[in-house]
C-alpha cells in the first residue's frame, strides 16, 4: 500500500522557468514531509521538509506548499536550472517519528532542459 | 568528514551466494538506517541501529538478511543464501537527530544483481 504517492514519473521543463512536483498522501496522521532530490549513481539528498502546522516553506529557489485538506504537496523551484535535473522524492511521517517511520514515494524525474 | 560511504558501489553474485556490504556513518551520528530501492521505486526502509543497538527492523528483512553495527561505529548488512528478488539498490544513512526534523544523509548506495 503506497502511502506517498508522486504519479508523474518524468517532467520537462525549459531553464528558468517554474518547476512545479507534486505529491499525495493517504495517511491522514502524517505531519511532517520532506523532498530528497537523488542525482545518479548517487544517495538521495534532503532539500527541504515542512511540518504541518506551516503550509509554505521556503528556501531559496526551492518551496514546499502544503495542503492538509487536500493531502496534498507540492514543491517549486523558480527558477529552474540545468543542474536541478534530478529524482526527486517526496517523503512523510508522523511528527515524533523517526526515519525508521518515513515512507517515499516513487519519485520524479526532472529534466531542465538549456 | 566526507559523509556516508558504502562499500562496494556495486556487487555481482549467483543465486545462492552470501554478500556482506559495509557502510561507514558521518562519524557524529548516533543513528544508522538500512534501506531498499528497486526499479521504479522509493526507497525502502529495512532497519536501523541507535548507537550499536539495531531497535527495529522491517518485515521486508527476512531471515536471511541480518545487520550489525559493532561499537556503534560502522555497520555491516548481510544477505545469506541471495534469490534474485535481492536485486536493489541497498541504501545506507546516518543522522544526528531524533523524531520530528530528522534528517538523512545517504551514502552512494550498493547495487547487488543477482544472477
Known amino acids: 500500500d503506497q502511502q506517498v504517492k508522486q504519479n508523474s514519473p518524468s517532467l520537462s521543463v525549459q531553464e528558468g522557468r517554474i518547476s512545479i512536483l507534486n505529491c499525495d498522501y493517504t495517511n491522514s496522521m502524517f505531519d511532517y514531509f520532506l523532498w530528497y532530490k537523488k542525482y545518479p549513481a548517487e544517495g538521495p539528498t534532503f532539500l527541504i521538509s515542512?511540518?504541518?502546522?506551516?503550509d509554505k516553506n521556503e528556501d531559496g529557489r526551492f518551496t514546499v506548499f502544503l495542503n492538509k485538506s487536500a493531502k496534498h504537496l507540492s514543491l517549486h523551484i523558480v527558477p529552474s536550472q540545468p543542474g536541478d535535473s534530478a529524482v526527486y522524492f517526496c517523503a512523510a511521517n508522523v511528527g515524533g517519528a523517526g526515519a525508521n517511520n518515513l515512507f517515499f514515494g516513487t519519485g520524479t524525474r526532472l529534466t531542465v532542459i538549456p | 568528514d566526507t559523509g556516508v560511504s558504502q562499500d562496494p558501489r556495486h556487487k555481482i553474485t549467483k543465486r545462492g551466494q552470501n554478500v556482506t556490504f559495509r557502510c561507514d556513518p558521518i562519524?557524529?551520528?548516533?543513528?544508522l538506517y538500512w534501506y531498499r530501492q528497486t526499479l521504479g521505486q522509493g526507497p525502502e526502509f529495512l532497519t536501523y541501529f541507535q548507537n550499536e543497538a539495531q531497535l527495529e527492523k522491517s518485515r521486508l528483512l527476512s531471515d536471511r538478511f541480518s545487520a550489525e553495527r559493532p561499537k556503534g561505529s560502522f555497520s555491516t548488512l548481510e544477505i545469506q543464501r541471495t534469490e534474485q528478488g535481492d536485486s536493489a539498490m541497498y541504501l545506507c544513512a546516518s543522522s544526528f537527530q531524533t523524531g520530528e526534523g530528522e534528517k538523512l544523509f545517504f551514502g552512494s548506495g550498493t547495487q547487488l544483481s543477482v544472477l
Open positions: 515542512i511540518s504541518s502546522i506551516k
Open positions: 562519524s557524529e551520528h548516533n543513528r
